[in-house]
C-alpha cells in the first residue's frame, strides 16, 4: 500500500532527525541503546509525532492497525542497518506510543472508538498468569501416509481460539493435524482487567471495567492496585468463529501498545501555575494551620482536636526508606470513638471528599478479602488471579472506614499488617504475594454499650482488640455532653439549615489542591530545637515511669515515632521544608490531649499507655496477678479455690466482690484458670 510505504519512510525520517528542546536527537540515541541492550521496544512520544508531522500522527490514531506495523517494519530496518542479522535474533520489535493528549472515561468507551488509537485510565485490578500466544504455528498432518509438515497463518485478531485447517494444503486431504511447539512463534500473553478509579464513579453507580492484553516485554509490568495509563487499539472479543446462530452481541477489549505507570497518587489532581502561586500565597499567612483545620468539616460545630487529628491524617508524615532497607511510614492513623449523633460519619466523609486519593467503606460492608485482596478463579480458563481489595486501592492514600467496631474479628485481623507494615500480603490457591498498602487509615466506631462510659477505659469502651488500638496514633472519644455550648450549637446548625453558609473557610477544591501539593512537593526535616524538645518530653514521660517500680508506662517509642510525623505534618500545612520548634510544640500538645482522653487509667487516674497497648492498665494487670497468686495459695489447701475464700482474701488487699467476679471471669475466658465445679476455681 502506498500510504504504508509512506509511513515508513516518514517515521524513518522521524527518527532519524527529531531533536529536543536542547537540540539533541532524541531517538538515534534510544536505538543505538536498544542494538546495544537487544531491546525490543522504542517509547515514542505521540507529541513530538504531531509536532513532526500532524498527518501522520492522525493516520495513526485512525487507523493504528495499518500504520503500528508499518512504523515497526521501519524500525526493525533502522536496527538491521546498525547490526545486519538482528531481525533473526529480535524476531519482532514494538512501537510504543506514549503520552496521547485525550485520555478517555471508561464509561465513555462507545462503538465509534473501535480499532481506533485511544487512552484510558485507571486502576489494575485483576491479572492472569502470563501465557503464551501462538503468533506462527507449524503443524503435522497426522495421516501416516502423508506427514507433512506446515506453517498456518495465525489470526492477529487475539482470539482465544485456534482456528485448525480442515484439509491438509500439501496432500489436500482432511484429517487430524498436531501443533508442533517447538516450530512454532510464540509470545507471552496476559489479560488484565481495568477498572475506574473510586474518585470518578458517580454515586449510586457500579465501577465499570475493561479487560486488556498485554503481550511481550509488557507482562509483569504493573501489578493489581497499581494505577495506570493504557494506550492501544479498541477491539471486539470474538469467542470463537462467527456462525450461524452465532451471538451478535460482542465485548470490547483493549490491545495494549503502552502502559504508563502513576507511581504518585498526587498526580491525579491537576494543578496549575496559578494554582500554585495561590497555595504558596496562602502557606505565608502566619495562622494558615488554624485556616486549614477549621476548614475540615466547617459544616460541623467544634470538635477541633478532633478536626486538627483529620488534618494531620490528610497531610501525614515523612515517610523513610532506611540503608538497610527497612521502611518507615509516614501516615498518621485516626480513631474516632464517639457517642450516636455527633456527626462522626460526617466528618469521615469529609475526609474521604478532601483527600487526594482515597477509599471509603464501612465495617458491616467489608471483609478480609475486600479489605486486602481476593484470590479468585477466572470463569473461562479457571486459572487463579489476584483481585486487589480497598487498602490497595487506596495506596498511597486514605482508608476511610466507618464503623469499624461492626466489623467481624476475623475481617478486623486483616488491617493489622496494613497499619503497621504497610503491605497486604496474600497467602491463597497456590497464589503467594505482598501488595502495597501504604494508605492512611482514618475510622470512625461506637462504644460498645451505646454511649462512651466515663468510668471505663477506652479498651472496654469500644468493641475492638487493643492489637488494633496500639496501631492508632491519635484516639479522640466524642461525648454527647449537654452544657453551655449548647445554644451556639443550636445556633450554628439552624444558621446552616436556613443560610447554607458557616462563615469563611478554604473550599474544598482548593483545600484538596493544598493537601496534594503540600504530600508532593514538601519533605520536612526536623530542625536540631524540634529534635530536642521531642527527645526531652519522651525522656521526662519515661522518667516518671522508672521512678518506682509501681508507676505504669506513659509513652513508647511508638508514640515518639507518631510525634515525629506530626511535627513533620504541621510543617506540611504550612509548606515549611523544616520542621520548627513550634510545631513539635503543637504535636505533644495533641498528644497530651490524646494520652490524657484515652491512655489513662481510670481507676488509678494516672497516666497509663498499656490501656491502649495492651488493653490492660498496669494497676489491672497488678490486680490479676495477685488474683491468679491467691486461688493458686487457696487451691492447695483444697482441690479447687472457692468464690468466697478468693473474695475473703482479695478484700485484704482492697480488692472489692465485683472486681474479683470480673477478674476471675476475664481470667477463665483468657484461660489462666478454669472453673473446677460452680464457684469453685482452681490454675491450668
Partial sequence: MESTVNVEELFREFLGDWKDERGR???????????????????????DLLLFNRELASLLVERPKDVLPAMERALM?????????????LRKVHVRIMNLPETLELRSLRSEDLNRLIAV????????????RLIRGTFKHTDPSCGAQFLWPIDEEMSDFLEVPAVCPVCEKPGQFKLVPEKSELTDWQRVILQEKPEEIPAGQLPRQLP??????????????????????????????????????????????????????????????????KLREMSMDPWIRERVISSVAPSIYGHWEIKEGIALSLFGGVPKILPDGTRIKGDIHLLIVGDPGTAKSQMLQFAHRAAPR????????????????????????????????????????????????????????????????????????????????????????????????????????INLPSTILSRFDLIFILRDRPGESDQLLASHILDMHSEGSYGESIPIDLLKKYVAYARKNVRPTLSPEAKQLLMDFFVEMRKKSAESTDSPILITPRQLEALIR?????????????????????????MRVFLEAVGIDVESGRLDIDTIMTGRPKSARDRMAKIAEIVDEVAEEGECAKLSQ????????GIERASVEKILNDMRKSGIIIEYRTECYRKV
Fill in 25 to 47: 536527537l532524541k531517538y538515534l540515541p534510544k536505538i543505538m541503546e536498544l542494538v546495544a541492550k537487544r531491546g525490543r521496544s522504542l517509547n515514542v512520544d505521540f507529541v
Fill in 358 to 461: 482515597s477509599v471509603y467503606t464501612t465495617g458491616k460492608g467489608a471483609t478480609a478479602a475486600g479489605l486486602t485482596a481476593a484470590v479468585v478463579r477466572e470463569k473461562n480458563s479457571g486459572d487463579y488471579y489476584l483481585e486487589a481489595g480497598a487498602l490497595v486501592l487506596a495506596d498511597g492514600g486514605v482508608a476511610v472506614i466507618d464503623e469499624i467496631d461492626k466489623m467481624r474479628d476475623e475481617d478486623r485481623v486483616a488491617i493489622h499488617e496494613a497499619m503497621e507494615q504497610q503491605t497486604v500480603s496474600i497467602a491463597k490457591a497456590g497464589i503467594v504475594a505482598k501488595l502495597n498498602a501504604r494508605t492512611t487509615v482514618i475510622s470512625a466506631g461506637n462504644p460498645k454499650f451505646g454511649r462512651y462510659i466515663g468510668e471505663r477505659g477506652v479498651a472496654d469502651n
Fill in 77 to 89: 530496518s533502522m536496527l538491521n542497518q546498525l547490526e545486519p542479522q538482528l531481525e533473526q535474533e
Fill in 121 to 132: 485510565e485507571g486502576i489494575l485490578v485483576r491479572a492472569t498468569p502470563v501465557k503464551e
Fill in 212 to 277: 486488556a492484553v498485554v503481550e511481550d516485554d509488557l507482562v509483569d509490568s504493573v501489578r493489581p492496585g497499581d494505577r495506570v495509563k493504557l494506550v492501544g487499539t479498541l477491539e471486539l472479543q470474538q469467542e470463537g468463529s462467527i456462525r450461524r446462530g452465532a451471538r451478535a452481541v460482542f465485548d470490547l477489549y483493549l490491545k495494549v501498545v503502552s502502559i504508563e505507570l502513576s507511581e504518585k497518587a498526587l498526580d491525579e489532581v491537576q494543578i496549575s501555575e496559578e494554582d500554585e502561586a
Fill in 646 to 653: 478468693i473474695v475473703e482474701e482479695a478484700g485484704g488487699y
Fill in 566 to 590: 506530626m511535627t513533620e505534618a504541621y510543617a506540611r500545612m504550612a509548606l515549611k521544608q523544616t520542621a520548627q520548634r513550634e510545631d513539635a510544640e503543637r504535636a505533644i500538645n495533641i
